[in-house]
């Protein structure tokens, strides 16, 4: 076991730019965590190996992503001094160790992970299942245990993963003894921000669907997407009056806006509540309040870009961070994984003799 250490481990698959839904739901925690001091070892994967289980025949998507996904992490404030940015392939540990794990879950199991289950019907795989993508949970339990994570911040969707994972951890640590650590999710307290609807308000922000705002836009691509955002349909003149449920301008001000925001764009308002009221009750336009969320919206994005242009310019740097990030996260990982052997008695040649 660990000794008592606080270490974070989450990630991402490189297989789009990162997007605001990301960010409210994960990154931004993310950056307060480590911030935060209280971490000990952070470690943030780009899940290249696990991109590829459903893209393997689109390698090179998959490694261009792996910088824009670098550059995202580092331009909403991911600090290499503080963080380790890994890339998942890089650490060969991990697939000995979904190996191993792979001999305690069982096949039903597998089949009721709802995420998998709502990815594959999403892929219209039915029966064309590929085993590695079938597999992706244990080998994100091994993700997650090479570090000792004990915390993992992501989105609601890696809810059923992280479940999976301390299944794993439980029996692997009780049939061969107390030997992985026990991770905890944490999820965004605020709870639109848990599954943030792409701007159509249709579904989840998603890359296929095309609803997203990227993190890495620029402020004119932004605005474009702000204003043409879903609101109430039947909200036809400034009048009537308005519905917030469904109205992604109001979804998306619950989760970016901040009291101090007012003053600063909208202030014959005090705060959200006062406009929510206002618009419930007619008199108050589209177009007001959107301008309004990309007064907002900018502001947070505007620091992003400025960062993410840096680091645009200075890519060897991006490259030699990835470099140390994945050596230092292999070396963790080795540490564990013969903790791992030893437990399990296949630890043979590591100097103790060879009493079979
Ligand atoms: N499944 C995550 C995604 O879809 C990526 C990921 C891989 C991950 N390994 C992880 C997340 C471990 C948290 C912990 O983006």
Not at 191 to 218: F, H, Q, T, W
Not at 246 to 252: A, D, E, K, S
Not at 311 to 338: H, P, R
Request: charged share 30%; hydrophobic share 35%; glycine share 6%.
């Amino acid at each position: 076991m660990g000794e008592n250490k606080k270490i974070i481990l989450t990630g991402d698959r490189p297989t789009g730019k990162l997007h605001v839904g990301h960010y409210v739901g994960s990154l931004k925690r993310r950056v307060e965590l480590q911030n935060s001091g209280e971490y000990d070892e952070i470690y943030i994967m780009i899940a290249d190996a696990q991109a590829l289980t459903d893209n393997a025949d689109n390698p090179q998507k998959v490694r261009d992503n792996i910088l824009e996904v670098a550059l995202d992490y580092l331009s909403v404030g991911i600090d290499p001094a503080k963080s380790n940015i890994l890339i998942q392939s890089y650490v060969s540990e991990l697939t000995e160790l979904s190996f191993y794990y792979m001999n305690l879950v069982t096949v039903s199991r597998l089949q009721r992970n709802p995420t998998v289950k709502a990815e594959i019907q999403m892929r219209n795989f039915e029966t064309s299942i590929p085993v590695g993508f079938f597999t992706y949970p244990i080998s994100q339990a091994a993700d997650i245990t090479a570090f000792e994570a004990t915390a993992v911040p992501a989105g609601e969707d890696q809810m059923p993963m992280v479940e999976q994972t301390k299944e794993i951890v439980h029996k692997f640590n009780s049939v061969y003894g107390e030997t992985l650590v026990d991770p905890q999710i944490l999820l965004p307290s605020n709870k639109v921000c848990l599954r943030l609807p792409g701007i159509d308000g249709k579904a989840k922000m998603s890359k296929s669907l095309g609803n997203c705002i990227y993190l890495s836009e620029p402020e004119a691509e932004v605005k474009k997407k702000i204003m043409s955002m879903f609101t109430d349909p039947d909200h036809i003149r400034i009048e009537d009056p308005g519905k917030l449920e469904g109205n992604m301008v109001f979804t998306y001000l619950d989760a970016f806006c901040r009291q101090e925001h007012f003053a600063e764009y909208l202030p014959e308002y005090a705060n959200l509540d006062e406009l929510k009221e206002h618009y419930k009750r007619g008199g108050l336009g589209d177009v007001k309040v959107k301008k309004f969320l990309n007064n907002v919206v900018q502001e947070e994005l505007r620091p992003i870009r400025a960062k993410r242009a840096e680091y645009e310019k200075n890519m060897d740097e991006v490259y030699e961070i990835l470099k140390k990030g994945s050596e230092a996260a292999k070396e963790k990982a080795a540490v564990t994984l013969s903790k791992v052997k030893a437990a399990m008695k296949i630890n043979y040649f590591d100097g103790q003799g060879i009493r079979l």
